[in-house]
């Protein structure tokens, strides 16, 4: 980062410049989850990462937030270009948000970093100046905090006067229920090993600038980071050493979703053949068919046992078709672009599943029991015939790849290295992998989904991609992206919480995230 924005500055690039573009891209992180204005508290050091903070602030402060500053460090220890944003904040047009305080209201509003965390019970020695923007009651709106106290040049352990600020960042968010934005780093953690301090912060989003850093997707990292969100900088320009592992955003999404063409017809976005569900799994196959049609497939074919036709057949959307068959052998006839199968399929049938996975030549999304079943023959997918993408979640991946304990990017790594598939191994950062391509996370998504049923959408919905062209490690990708998206708006700009979401909540909102791409 510092050779990238070193050659930057180099071309005549100004670094306040680069602060802007990157403040402003904080404060649209905030609006994208936070559309209605709240309270906005900048937590900020002394340097350029508190700078990006400050702007920020101002940024939201023009769209109708309310802020506080709360500053680590006193004045004589900022940096020049921080001292000049938050001198910009302070110097707010009257006319943005109602009348600006008097002067003197400013000066009053000077005090030490305890009166403003009367929680915490250990008293300083240091005193730290605060300046609060807005004297603000509890109002019905979001807390946001902005945790911009250290950049990417800091390692733990952290000192005072720093910790005592991660320490209060980390005490609103859990007594008062504020929602954390990390300005490119939680402060407290190695951005380059994911090792981290502890009392590091504890963020919601890690909006980070420029690039991702290796360290954010660190496994230990994860309740730390959170959600990531990129702030791209056009004048960074990338590493000239090739990376080994990417994120999944819509800029690199471009290209992979075009929009159709005005005489496009059904057959041309792929027919979809579901093979799920059983006795006391009859939802499997109904999400997974539904999951298929949000996602643009042309035509959707579930086949599912005799046994359950009847009750599937009442239940299915009527854009569904579907057909009974008294074996699974049957289908190896079948005109199908792609195949999803596993969802609630039970293992009674494992013989005439593995021989599906083994002969079909159309490319293949097998998930749960079909990985089930697989995992007690794992030589099959040596010998497939077509395109393999494997949904597996933790457990299930035990199952497929009993490997000794490594980093869950090392194991997909490893099992793509032994089996030419492709993997999306499920988790609160989705990793997809494919031998010969950049191991990649996913950056969407919300603890909410930790509940039945997400993964058949997924598996739907990663089928329709295949079925409109894209290869199985570009339909990992988006898929994954687009459900944990769906789940963000659900939650977010919809009326659902982390407790209530059910998938077929993702399912109506699939729609807005495909619109967000």
Same mark, same amino acid.
């Given at each position: 980062?510092?050779?990238?924005?070193?050659?930057?500055?180099?071309?005549?690039?100004?670094?306040?410049?680069?602060?802007?573009?990157?403040?402003?891209?904080?404060?649209?992180?905030?609006?994208?989850?936070?559309?209605?204005?709240?309270?906005?508290?900048?937590?900020?050091?002394?340097?350029?990462?508190?700078?990006?903070?400050?702007?920020?602030?101002?940024?939201?402060?023009?769209?109708?937030?309310?802020?506080?500053?709360?500053?680590?460090?006193?004045?004589?220890?900022?940096?020049?270009?921080?001292?000049?944003?938050?001198?910009?904040?302070?110097?707010?047009?009257?006319?943005?948000?109602?009348?600006?305080?008097?002067?003197?209201?400013?000066?009053?509003?000077?005090?030490?970093?305890?009166?403003?965390?009367?929680?915490?019970?250990?008293?300083?020695?240091?005193?730290?100046?605060?300046?609060?923007?807005?004297?603000?009651?509890?109002?019905?709106?979001?807390?946001?905090?902005?945790?911009?106290?250290?950049?990417?040049?800091?390692?733990?352990?952290?000192?005072?006067?720093?910790?005592?600020?991660?320490?209060?960042?980390?005490?609103?968010?859990?007594?008062?229920?504020?929602?954390?934005?990390?300005?490119?780093?939680?402060?407290?953690?190695?951005?380059?090993?994911?090792?981290?301090?502890?009392?590091?912060?504890?963020?919601?989003?890690?909006?980070?600038?420029?690039?991702?850093?290796?360290?954010?997707?660190?496994?230990?990292?994860?309740?730390?980071?959170?959600?990531?969100?990129?702030?791209?900088?056009?004048?960074?320009?990338?590493?000239?050493?090739?990376?080994?592992?990417?994120?999944?955003?819509?800029?690199?999404?471009?290209?992979?979703?075009?929009?159709?063409?005005?005489?496009?017809?059904?057959?041309?976005?792929?027919?979809?053949?579901?093979?799920?569900?059983?006795?006391?799994?009859?939802?499997?196959?109904?999400?997974?068919?539904?999951?298929?049609?949000?996602?643009?497939?042309?035509?959707?074919?579930?086949?599912?046992?005799?046994?359950?036709?009847?009750?599937?057949?009442?239940?299915?959307?009527?854009?569904?078709?579907?057909?009974?068959?008294?074996?699974?052998?049957?289908?190896?006839?079948?005109?199908?672009?792609?195949?999803?199968?596993?969802?609630?399929?039970?293992?009674?049938?494992?013989?005439?599943?593995?021989?599906?996975?083994?002969?079909?030549?159309?490319?293949?999304?097998?998930?749960?029991?079909?990985?089930?079943?697989?995992?007690?023959?794992?030589?099959?997918?040596?010998?497939?015939?077509?395109?393999?993408?494997?949904?597996?979640?933790?457990?299930?991946?035990?199952?497929?790849?009993?490997?000794?304990?490594?980093?869950?990017?090392?194991?997909?790594?490893?099992?793509? +290295?032994?089996?030419? $598939?492709?993997?999306? !191994?499920? %988790?609160?950062?989705?990793? *997809? #992998?494919?031998?010969?391509?950049?191991? =990649?996370?996913?950056?969407?998504?919300?603890?909410?989904?930790?509940?039945?049923?997400?993964?058949?959408?997924?598996?739907?919905?990663?089928?329709?991609?295949?079925?409109?062209?894209?290869?199985?490690? +570009?339909?990992?990708? $988006?898929?994954?992206? !687009?459900? %944990?998206?769906?789940?963000? *708006? #659900?939650?977010?700009?919809?009326?659902? =919480?982390?407790?209530?979401?059910?998938?077929?909540?993702?399912?109506?909102?699939?729609?807005?995230?495909?619109?967000?791409?």
């Amino acid at each position: 980062m510092r050779a990238a924005e070193e050659a930057a500055f180099a071309t005549g690039v100004q670094v306040e410049a680069l602060m802007n573009k990157a403040g402003a891209g904080v404060a649209q992180a905030v609006t994208k989850f936070f559309q209605k204005p709240g309270r906005c508290i900048v937590f900020a050091g002394k340097g350029h990462n508190a700078g990006d903070a400050l702007f920020a602030a101002q940024c939201l402060e023009q769209r109708g937030w309310k802020t506080e500053v709360r500053l680590a460090f006193k004045e004589a220890d900022f940096s020049n270009l921080m001292r000049k944003k938050l001198g910009d904040l302070l110097r707010r047009p009257p006319d943005v948000l109602g009348a600006a305080p008097s002067e003197a209201a400013n000066a009053d509003l000077v005090g030490t970093f305890g009166q403003f965390a009367p929680d915490l019970t250990e008293q300083r020695t240091t005193t730290q100046n605060t300046i609060a923007r807005e004297a603000c009651s509890s109002i019905a709106a979001p807390l946001v905090i902005l945790d911009g106290l250290l950049g990417i040049g800091a390692r733990p352990p952290l000192r005072e006067p720093i910790r005592a600020a991660c320490r209060a960042i980390n005490q609103l968010r859990t007594t008062k229920g504020g929602y954390v934005f990390a300005v490119d780093l939680p402060t407290g953690l190695d951005t380059d090993s994911g090792k981290k301090d502890r009392d590091c912060v504890v963020a919601d989003f890690t909006v980070t600038i420029g690039y991702a850093k290796p360290g954010l997707v660190a496994d230990g990292a994860l309740n730390y980071v959170g959600r990531i969100e990129v702030v791209p900088l056009e004048e960074l320009r990338p590493p000239q050493t090739k990376p080994k592992e990417i994120i999944a955003s819509p800029v690199a999404f471009r290209g992979l979703l075009p929009r159709r063409n005005y005489n496009s017809y059904k057959n041309q976005f792929g027919r979809i053949g579901v093979v799920a569900g059983s006795k006391g799994f009859v939802g499997a196959a109904l999400m997974a068919s539904q999951g298929a049609l949000r996602a643009g497939a042309g035509l959707v074919e579930v086949f599912v046992p005799e046994e359950i036709y009847e009750i599937v057949a009442g239940a299915a959307f009527m854009e569904v078709m579907v057909k009974p068959v008294a074996s699974y052998r049957h289908l190896l006839k079948e005109k199908v672009d792609v195949w999803a199968v596993g969802p609630g399929l039970g293992k009674s049938r494992a013989v005439e599943i593995l021989e599906l996975v083994e002969k079909v030549k159309q490319p293949m999304v097998l998930d749960a029991d079909g990985l089930n079943i697989v995992s007690e023959k794992t030589s099959v997918l040596r010998r497939c015939k077509g395109k393999r993408l494997l949904t597996p979640h933790p457990g299930e991946m035990k199952r497929l790849f009993r490997d000794e304990q490594q980093s869950r990017g090392k194991t997909a790594t490893k099992f793509c +290295d032994r089996f030419p $598939v492709t993997l999306l !191994l499920k %988790g609160s950062r989705t990793i *997809i #992998a494919e031998r010969g391509r950049l191991l =990649s996370y996913n950056t969407t998504g919300s603890p909410g989904m930790a509940t039945g049923g997400m993964g058949d959408v997924l598996t739907g919905v990663c089928a329709a991609l295949l079925g409109q062209g894209l290869s199985p490690y +570009d339909a990992a990708r $988006v898929g994954a992206w !687009l459900c %944990g998206r769906a789940a963000e *708006i #659900a939650i977010f700009n919809g009326n659902q =919480s982390e407790q209530s979401l059910l998938p077929r909540d993702v399912l109506d909102h699939l729609g807005d995230a495909f619109k967000e791409l």
